[in-house]
């Protein structure tokens, strides 16, 4: 009786090694992949600037309103560029 209480002693520890060997394994999928993030990236909509033709992702990006409508810039700089073109 008492080695069967031992035998199942050490499957229940053996069960939880793998456990959290397991949940190790898989959380450092998780992290290495950063999936979610990507993936947030790519959905994102991209906007062209005008000024050097760079495509990049609407938050990041400059946004001014001018007479032809709304545009974005990667950069002031470019923004400035456009602006300074539109109103010679
Ligand atoms: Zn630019």
């Known amino acids: 009786m008492v080695w069967f209480l ?6 229940v520890i053996l ?9 190790s394994l898989c959380g450092a999928v998780r992290d290495e992949g950063g999936l979610p993030p990507r993936s947030e990236t790519l959905s994102q909509p991209m906007v062209r600037d005008p000024e050097c033709g760079l495509h990049l992702p609407l938050p990041d990006a400059f946004t001014v309103q001018t007479e032809k409508g709304l545009r974005y810039f990667c950069s002031r700089e470019c923004r400035d560029a456009y602006l300074a073109k539109e109103h010679k």
């Open 6 to 11: 031992i035998r199942l002693l050490l499957l």
């Open 15 to 23: 069960f939880l090694l793998l456990k959290r060997l397991w949940t």
